[in-house]
């Protein structure tokens, strides 16, 4: 069974770093595409980019060019997502998602993010 | 960026009725959107990709249509669990972007 597990809620202060993480299992977690998307509080979706864990291209949308940094350790089948300087704006859920053979149908929990002094 | 705008915003209806919502592209996204189901507190679920395939398990009485700028997602007898948000996005042209999102409550 295909499965992408998010790490916990995180509470952070303007200024700080984070990194995320979302460890894949069930698949071949090299060969398939992952993307990162945020949800801010009562809103819709929004892709933020997608990174091959195979070998490590990414793509990021112009809206997050710049703001955050996504990565992949294929040695222990998990993908991440980091700030270097969160902002209160950054307080949103993140999730993950596979890109199965047609489309991105695995996604993670959630990981939850907030940003506040 | 291709915008995508859902209508309506909010649809209220009863179980057993056929739901039809609506999503328009700024600009053609040919049959490259996908329609997702969201309920409160769970991550987005796939339902449809190329306009009109569902994905693995999707019951039959949800569907896809259209194509370029006008696309159609319907849901033939609402069941209880259906009650959510839709959201439709393109994934024609990047950045991928997805709609505002319809809610569909219970009458």
């Known amino acids: 069974e295909v499965q992408l597990v998010q790490s916990g809620a995180e509470v952070k202060k303007p200024g700080e770093s984070l990194k995320i993480s979302c460890k894949g299992s069930?698949?071949?977690?090299?060969?398939?595409?992952i993307a990162w998307v945020r949800q801010m509080p009562g809103k819709g979706p929004e892709w933020m980019g997608i990174?091959?864990?195979?070998?490590?291209?990414?793509r990021y949308s112009p809206s997050f060019q710049g703001q955050v940094t996504m990565s992949a350790d294929t040695s222990i089948n998990t993908a991440f997502l980091q700030w270097s300087s969160l902002k209160a704006s950054d307080t949103a859920m993140y999730y993950c998602?596979?890109?199965?053979?047609?489309?991105?149908?695995?996604w993670g929990q959630g990981t939850l993010v907030t940003v506040s002094s | 960026e291709i915008v995508m705008t859902q209508s309506p915003a909010t649809l209220t209806v009863s179980p057993g009725e056929r739901v039809t919502l609506s999503c328009r592209a700024s600009?053609?996204?040919?049959?490259?959107l996908a329609w997702y189901q969201q309920k409160p507190g769970q991550a987005p679920r796939l339902l449809i990709y190329?306009?009109?395939i569902r994905a693995t398990g999707i019951p039959a009485r949800f569907s896809g249509s259209g194509s370029g700028t006008d696309l159609t997602f319907t849901i033939t007898s609402l069941q209880s669990e259906d009650f959510a948000v839709y959201y439709c996005?393109?994934?024609?042209?990047?950045?991928?972007?997805f709609g505002q999102g319809t809610k569909v409550e219970i009458k």
């Open positions: 990174i091959y864990p195979g070998d490590s291209e990414t």
């Open positions: 190329a306009a009109s």
């Open positions: 998602a596979r890109r199965g053979n047609f489309w991105y149908d695995n």
């Open positions: 600009q053609s996204v040919s049959i490259n």
């Open positions: 069930g698949y071949n977690f090299t060969k398939s595409w």
């Open positions: 996005q393109q994934y024609n042209t990047w950045p991928w972007t």
